[in-house]
């Protein structure tokens, strides 16, 4: 291991100086070495006390409700947790005989025995210097407030405490949702806890699990055992495999939404059961990622016969008050070429596939109706005919909101420019993307039809190793913004907040950080893959359509190339914005030496790269992009020493860098580097300090 | 990430320089760019060819036992790691009608129906530049030639290649074993599959699982279910994931050897069966790791009933042709205090404990002899009584195997200064000890009763997260030791070979890597974690027996200290050693400078790490060794100052800066400096230069 310290220490520096530059006022404001204002999501209202409390091996935990198992298993957890974040050997204290817990949890009520949108989940927390209270309406309101707390420890002076506060906490939406597709990548249990620890740890409360699609049928039915028999590759979750999930994930306050999409995205139920289907014919579970285009046949009476069987077994597994059925991207071509279905179109006065899918899904509706379920599917499901109670999953545009709960429907936001993850937008923009924005035109009555919203993890383009990457840390800036208030919006304290937060995430068990870096040191072979994190620490990969079309990826695809080990949002991307901002503002001479730095060692890494380039052909194919880095590195150093002269720079060299910032910006490649703004902003300076 | 480029290529630089010194003869001398000595364990026999042969996505296989499902299943394994490797879209092409598959695998046999060390592991490849061959004895021979084909993956002008090469080879030694402890800390059946993974990249074939000891009893027995239900905290596996892993290790050409402790570290038998004990009483799983000391009741008929039913279950599970009773440290206390027992002592003439244990193990050998099975334990069992055909596995020291082989037995090496992982030596150590020295005084019929050796990983001081940085990558070098010919044993071509094996482990799912960057990262907070690692780069965990006077670990210790995320053997530590020696051999600049480099960073992470000490609690607890690192760096600084003056350095000096030296090793703590010998050679120079 080798790092040069000095610079790491300038660097350090450099972040606290952009983290004190004028930003919106804080949440709160606590004393000099104790900080309350770790916490994410932020909470409705924080109070700072003076003082704090210590942690030490004599904590102890009494509860008012001892027979509630998942109570109980919480607090276990919550331990566990504490113990390892501290390295204290915390046992099991719950003796509510002795005269003082160090934590007293009271709650209200256990809860909803199948926890929906109504849980109650507030809490608050007093933290006094001799002892805590955690008071909450529901054992889902206390699993929340041992997160908060687990977020407040910190060190002081050599010790683990955390510091006095008051805290009420409740959510600002009440649905709050991660979607997982694991149908074009199946996820293991495992992953798939991991994720559930993820999500507690910033208080979501939705898992969304995508579990058929085109590629594959994930969820084992014992009354249809071809659909997973043929419709998968051998991939698939048991029944027992469901349950182990649905208990896991209830356990941390969270509800498993199942969804079975249809009558689209549905060729891997027509693998096994080709009566299904519109089109007659032998379907396949193929590699390809592609939307099939098959649909469901809905002027069939055996389809609804099916799909009530089918979801009657589905409603054992979930518990769950909703079902997802989907109902995205059904284009109606197999619909079309079918003279029957055309007939029976006719014959019911339907003048589009629109119509069609319309009847399907009030049918639909009322087999899960019947089966004591609400329906929810994607935005295309809007039509008139459409049931009022029917909720909406809004992903095409933000539009779609307003469209959806002006026809009365409940809502939520997934618009996929904003919540998708595969769309690789950067922590900032997803953050600031509001289910309800602060100028939504919505009445009162539309605001509250507006749930939430669900970050969406896609799967044409992740596997096991890359999915935690692609989805953390940027999901934890989702759960604040529906969490929080609306005006706590402040991109800095986010940043700030985000980069602590995703290191206990991985202490919890995810590998986004971990798995990056073991990527560049594979791709390195045995060379030094310092080079590489230098380029990895400025660029991204390019969404997942753009990848699509240059690289037609399958599943069988490793997924193990360069732009597979390279961050949505890599953390420099974020401190060198700033640190240009400052620099331009302040032309401060310690803003500038960081830079310098930067530039110069992008020029190294780049020549680095040129010769790593020429052995290892993981890297040979994005070889223009190591080169480009220098160009940006010598753009970046001239332009420091144009500003520093005083003078304006020289019209051409302006436009000529202007132009190559530009040229190496819309250059296709599967990776984009994330600093051209931010560089273009200082040539362009260059050329204003003529005024 | 930030790094110093120009740095790193200096160390580059001089990792290639110390790799060039004169070093003992290699292996086998390839071409300029291509290198047909990556492999780890080092083939019996190597030539090198020219050329090589190209990887692309036609890449093809042909075998002529179409119809082994673990062939198959080993060539899909093959294809999917050589995908992952070079980021190839590999399909499955195992149609044998095309005139040339790029891969053919001829194959004599299926194998033994059960494993065993007579098992014919042999092979032999041809890669020429059109195409490969590889011939095995055994399916199991496939296996370990397709491991050694991808270790032979390398990029080349872009391009991945395979060079060309003939090799035949074969083990050493037919038992190349890894023993993991899963009683004192469970292990998940996905951390076992993983080490499994392992193994078969570095052709080890024994899985030893070390199953019951005091702490829990963690298979299941339908039998005796209270064996679990009591005798575990509910940490165990049931019947059905000891088939999978069997099954998993079988798929991977190893075989699975249980081990159930007795008639000692049997306190977890008690717990729901107190009268197999000899001690009457009741008896609990403790947190505590000390050894229990409670024996069972050898006098009782009642004992080898209980043991001979559940001996005869566990066949049902684990297939193998032994069973390991363990049988080490049984001393003897309850069996002298209790009248019974020592009644019948006396009335069968047995002088002590051990000849009491000796029938004990007779009757237990006849058992297990009655179920087909054969017995092994460790080398307390060694007793004239003992018969010839029970195995004997050595660990307190090296002469047990000599004592072993003379009595008659078959033997294998475990001895625990040289293969106990928990004893953190060097992968250097544990490389050099061979289980057949060659100054070893032992006839060829006693050679041949030395079947090979184990390392073993106890789990009194490992969690799941740790595991690997103890096992991983020092479990490669010893795999080496077994495999290979005696005369390997250049420690330089280990070491590089070794770091490369180290990443591939990783990208097979092991994280020995990630796990500790992750833990540093962790314990350093929200604060830069890069003097952290400076500081493990040149230390290492003291060993386990160090660590229990100084802690009295418990199962409940999260361990999650520094201690915890510093690796037994940092590969800096061997650069370190060999750029002092150079630099003492040649007094060149290039290695002066890379040593005043690093000396200064000590004192830089030092300070550093003075001022994080004094907040964060978790680095609290070592700040002394903090402040030690800048002592070394400046006595290192010294040192070169006085050997570039070409005079010899005050007395006073030496003597004082070897004290210190000497002081800081002697000091008693958690954590021990690796580089004090070669800073201590560097001092003793300074007085030398006046010869």
Partial sequence: MKTSLPYVILIAAAICMVNELPLDAQTTDSGAALSANNLMPVPAHLEARTGSLNLDTSFSVCTNLPKDARLQDGVRRFLTTMGTATDLTIELHTDCSASHATLQIDVRSAGQVVQSEDEDESYSVDVETDGMHLNAASTVGALRGME????????????????????????????????????????????????????????????????????????????????????????????????????????????VLPEFDMPGHSNSWFVGYPKLATRKGVYSVAPGIKIANAAMDPTLESTYGFIDSFISEMTTLFPDRYIHIGGDETDGTDWRANPRVAAFMKSHNMKDAKDLQAYFNVRIQKILAHHNRRMMGWDEILHSDLPKTVMVQTWRGPQYIAESVAAGHTAIFSAKNAYYLDHMVTAEEMYLNDPIPADAKLTDEQNKLVLGGEVCMWGEQVNERTVDSRTWPRTAAVA????????????????????????????????????????????????????????????????????????????????????????????????????????????????????????????????????????????????????????????????????????????????????????????????????????NSMVVATSQEAR
């Fill in 148 to 255: 908060t707390l687990l977020q407040l420890i910190q060190p002081l002076s050599g010790r683990w405490v955390i510091p006095a506060v008051h805290i009420d906490d409740e959510p600002r939406f009440r649905w709050r949702g991660f979607m997982l597709d694991v149908s074009r990548h199946f996820q293991s249990v495992g992953e798939i806890k991991r994720t559930l620890d993820g999500m507690a740890a910033v208080k979501m409360n939705v898992f969304h699990w995508h579990l058929t699609d085109d590629q594959g049928f994930r969820v084992e039915s014992k009354r249809y055992p071809r659909l997973t028999s043929m419709g998968s590759n051998g991939e698939f979750y048991t029944q027992e495999q469901i349950r182990e999930i649905v208990a896991y994930a209830r356990a941390r306050g969270i509800r």
């Fill in 480 to 679: 604040e913004r529906l969490w929080s208030p609306q005006n706590v919006r402040n991109v800095g304290d986010m940043y700030r907040r985000l980069n602590q937060e995703s290191i206990r995430l991985e202490a919890l068990g995810l590998t986004h950080i971990t798995m990056e870096e073991a990527g560049l040191r594979e791709l390195a072979s045995s060379q030094d893959d310092s080079s590489l994190k230098v380029f990895a620490s400025v660029t991204q990969p390019v969404d997942l359509y753009r990848r699509n079309r240059l690289e037609h990826p399958t599943n069988l695809m490793p997924f193990n190339s360069l732009v597979d080990s390279i961050n949505p949002d890599p953390p420099q991307r974020y401190r060198f914005v700033q640190t240009v901002k400052s620099f331009l503002a302040t032309k401060s001479n310690s803003y500038e030496m960081i830079l310098q730095r930067e530039f110069s060692e992008w020029s190294t890494a780049s020549a680095n790269l040129h010769e790593q380039a020429k052995t290892i052909p993981a890297l040979a194919a994005e070889s223009q992009r190591f080169d480009e880095l220098s160009t940006l590195g010598s753009i970046g150093e001239q332009a420091i020493g144009f500003i520093n002269s005083g003078k304006p720079a020289p019209a051409d060299w302006v436009k000529s860098s202007e132009g190559k910032v530009a040229q190496i910006g819309a250059r296709k490649s599967l990776i984009d580097f994330v600093v051209l703004d931010a560089l």
